[in-house]
């Protein structure tokens, strides 16, 4: 009785304790004051405490409130890293988990030992790593390893709303392994941090948490942000930005400028050309200048007899769309005074004249993921003296990272999305809207030190109507045959039933599982007897031992049959090879760029020669494709090379990067394979063209296609345009080679392609040619067989009975050769 008495003693001592323990931590008075500014240092005790009484907490809070770079720390000192555990936070950007490890070891001064981070193929992790930064993939990928995450006394999911697919995933099973780990009497807190957008997704969903889990919102200061519509949506939104920009700093007080574009190359493009725009002289502009400037601006914006806008209002922004400040539906009226662009041009026409005199000089610099991490923290650090810092960034600075010092947005509207090809598996990059909730916080950045304004170059109806509310989350966008695949090798063989945040649809996950178990990577579990045994089955099919190496391998289950497959016959530098060249969109170019159609002719006949003799012809395209990249390889002048020879410069360096990277990954994989450094590749063989052939078929089992017979194409009477048809299974009407095959002349009786898709008309894309005998070896799974053939009777050969049988293929049933197999 007496241990029970202390032991509710101290339990009761414990409790209102703000710290259970406490990590002291020496920071300088700099980070100290920088720190005691952010909104969520307030509410330390309230995290703290709630972190401590609840196995899982939501913690939500405009970006910048300090969730990412304060709540590790919070943890750290109250003990979660002590006894050999760690705290471990997931990013869904690499730039984002490199540059806030930095920011916190900064912070804290522990130095790189402590606080660490860890991205795909880099990281510096050690045995003394207390606070640990990554991606979600690289905690997915431990907790196929370690499914307790027995390393953690913490796990944050930063960045939530963002939804990426890994996040959502490890939220799945986060859930589970909470509730493990509290049993175990060894308790892992889950901490979800996200902007304050859609977070019942998480906390009213209950197949997720049975209990809902106490959600924190942290707030923050933020200034008002004047929106500003473009009238009309411009045709470039680059060149919309570039001229936006100028305008502001010629015109427009002090204060940083923040431009989202989508990508890296547009980044650095406008950054390029605004440094030649404002090349950083030191000449310091006389204050009467710009307070001439300035109240001229003032006569001109009165003289357009503005109802409302006080002068104060003017003199604060000098800011000469100040007028869609007005409701948006008087914006949308017939006013001529309105934020028209022309009529903008014109009041800013004689500024633009008064000569590239700037008030002070532009600091361009570039933010976006692959940027260099000591380049990318440049952006943090206050601009030289008199100069105006001006960020032109990916959708990186969206949430992900603070930048300081910023006053004037200017937001295109465009986002790079994730676009999974369906056919290769591996994602590519759209340019689209972005979504309402994305746009809004995009103008958040600009009140955080003082009033600001945000400037859509977009209209406002566009906005309303084109712009969705939120964007979907990432799994609802795309096949998930190699999310699935993940699952069963962490071992979730019923994935219908795991808790997604949004789940995808029931017709994604079947698809998955068919094509899995179709490529051999899941074997399909049968449930015997009353309707609930079959169902307990239903969708549950597990891992198999070619799958586990094929959810190894970075790129769609398809792609990693082939390469799995390819490990014999030396034949994986090529297959390397090929795969990343299918995975890269257009990698060889139909006309030139520049619409000079001369060059066309000589590229096909080079392609023909390309495409090889005899069987090797028969590869096709995918030959074209590796001769393509071989050459480049061994060419001297690889810019020169590709403009002659019709292949894109940009595609061919895609290709180059994802060999490496996936010679990289599978020499984890299979480690004894020692030809596969060599990047350089010599054309197949014939005999190894015949087993590439074999081996895209393997990955392109359901991607058959049967020429149209010619006793058909009578009947249709059209024979010139029937001369290329083939057909589908499971597609009534013909398809088409494209007239860019190399097939085009050869026409082989079956063929594999690696798409279908819509122009003038269908056409297939990637086809290379097969045999039919191979169906039932290399797509067994779709072909059915007949009993053994009485005519011919069965034989005895090698040690196997053989006997023929008819075999069809697919579900409308192609009857194939009769071929002889093992019986
Ligand atoms: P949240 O995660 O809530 O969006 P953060 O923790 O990322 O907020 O940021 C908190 C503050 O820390 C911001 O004001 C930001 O500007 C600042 N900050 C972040 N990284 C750095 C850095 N490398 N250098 C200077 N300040 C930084
Ligand atoms: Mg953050």
């Known amino acids: 009785r007496e241990k029970a008495e202390k032991k509710k003693e101290d339990s009761k001592k414990q409790k209102p304790l703000r710290k259970t323990c406490f990590v002291p931590v020496f920071r300088t008075t700099e980070i100290q004051e920088a720190r005691e500014k952010l909104p969520i240092l307030a509410e330390e005790q309230t995290i703290m405490e709630t972190i401590s009484e609840n196995p899982v907490v939501i913690l939500a809070g405009e970006t910048g409130s300090g969730k990412t770079t304060q709540v590790p720390q919070f943890l750290y000192e109250a003990g979660y890293a002590e006894n050999g555990r760690m705290i471990g936070i997931t990013e869904p950007r690499r730039v984002a988990a490199v540059s806030m490890a930095a920011r916190v070891s900064e912070e804290m001064a522990l130095g790189t030992n402590i606080v660490s981070y860890q991205i795909r193929f880099q990281g510096n992790v050690t045995d003394e790593t207390k606070i640990k930064f990554m991606t979600d993939g690289i905690l997915l990928k431990e907790i196929q390893k370690d499914f307790l995450l027995l390393k953690y006394s913490v ?19 986060l859930s589970r392994i909470v509730h493990l780990r509290k049993k175990k009497d060894d308790p892992l807190k889950l901490i979800i941090m996200s902007a304050t957008l859609r977070l019942e997704d998480f906390s009213e969903n209950r197949k997720l948490f049975k209990e809902v889990p106490p959600v924190i919102k942290v707030e923050s200061r933020q200034y008002p942000v004047t929106i500003h519509f473009n009238k009309r949506t411009p045709e470039s939104y680059i060149e919309e930005a570039y001229k936006k920009i100028c305008k502001i700093h ?20 406008l950054c390029r050309r605004l440094r030649e725009t404002f090349p950083v002289v030191k000449t310091t502009v006389k204050q009467s200048d710009k307070e001439e400037v300035e109240s001229s601006l003032l006569r001109k914006t009165k003289k357009k007899n503005l109802k409302d806008i006080s002068n104060q209002l003017i003199k604060e922004a000098v800011n000469l769309d100040n007028y869609s400040a007005l409701p948006l539906a008087e914006m949308e009226g017939d006013d001529p005074h309105y934020n028209d662009d022309s009529d903008m041009e014109s009041i800013h026409e004689d500024e633009l004249d008064m000569g590239t005199t700037s008030f002070s000089s532009l600091h361009v610099l570039p933010l976006y993921s692959m940027l260099p991490p000591q380049k990318q923290r440049l952006v943090f650090e206050n601009p030289p003296e008199g100069s105006r810092l001006c960020v032109v960034a990916t959708n990186v600075a969206e949430t992900s990272l603070t930048i300081p010092h910023i006053r004037y947005v200017i937001d295109t ?9 369906k056919v290769t598996g591996i994602s590519a990059f759209h340019v689209t809207w972005t979504s309402k909730a994305s746009a809004n916080q995009r103008a958040g950045r600009a009140g955080r030190i003082a009033p600001g304004h945000c400037y859509r170059l977009y209209s406002s109806a566009l906005f309303n109507d084109e712009f969705p509310d939120f964007s979907e989350p990432d799994i609802l966008r795309r096949p998930i045959d190699d999310l699935v695949l993940q699952m ?38 049968r449930g015997r007897g009353t309707l609930k045994d079959r169902k307990k089955f239903e969708y549950a099919a597990r891992i198999t031992a070619l799958g586990r190496v094929m959810a190894e391998l970075p790129v769609a289950p398809r792609y990693a049959k082939m390469l799995a497959l390819s490990e014999q016959h030396d034949l994986l530098p090529l297959a390397v090879c090929l795969v990343a060249a299918l995975a890269v969109p257009e990698v060889l170019l139909e006309t030139p760029l520049d619409g000079n159609r001369g060059s066309t002719k000589q590229w096909q006949a080079m392609r023909r020669t390309w495409a090889g003799k005899g069987n090797s012809l028969l590869l096709g395209d995918a030959m074209v ?8 390889d061994n060419s001297p002048n690889i810019v020169a090379f590709c403009n002659e020879h019709g292949l894109r410069m940009k595609a061919i360096k895609e290709v180059q990067s994802l060999r490496s990277q996936l010679i990289r990954e599978i020499s984890l994989v299979l480690p004894n394979n020692p030809t596969l450094f060599n990047l350089k590749i010599d054309p197949p063989t014939d005999l190894q063209a015949k087993l590439l052939r074999q081996i895209l078929l393997a990955g392109l089992i359901d991607r058959v296609a049967q020429k149209v017979p010619a006793s058909e194409i009578k009947e249709s009477g059209d024979k010139i345009k029937m001369k290329t048809a083939y057909k589908l299974q499971d597609m009534e009407d013909p398809v088409f080679l494209h007239p860019s095959s190399v097939l085009k002349y050869e026409l082989p009786e079956f063929i594999i392609y690696q798409e279908v898709f819509e122009a003038s008309k269908l056409f297939l894309r990637g086809i290379s040619g097969i045999e039919p005998e191979w169906l039932p070896t290399f797509a067994q799974k779709l072909c ?36 002889e197999l093992e019986y």
């Open 413 to 421: 509207g465009k986002v790079k999305a994730k676009v999974y090809d």
């Open 784 to 819: 059915s067989f007949s009993d053994p053939l009485v005519a011919t009777p069965p034989r005895y050969a090698d040690g196997k009975i053989l006997c023929h049988r008819n075999v069809t293929y697919g579900r409308s049933g192609w009857t194939l050769p009769t071929t």
């Open 625 to 632: 494709l590796l001769r393509a990249i071989g050459a480049a």
């Open 250 to 269: 010629r015109t427009l007080p002090d204060g940083g400028i923040l431009v989202f574009l989508t990508g890296q190359q547009e980044v650095n493009h």
């Open 155 to 173: 796990v944050i999911i930063d960045e939530a709303h963002e939804r990426s697919v890994y996040s959502d995933i490890l939220l799945g099973l």
């Open 488 to 525: 069963k090798s962490i071992g979730i063989d019923k994935v219908l039933n795991f808790p997604f945040p949004t789940p995808p649809d029931l017709e994604q996950i079947k698809g998955a599982e068919r094509l899995l178990i179709n490529l051999g990577a899941l074997e399909e579990q």
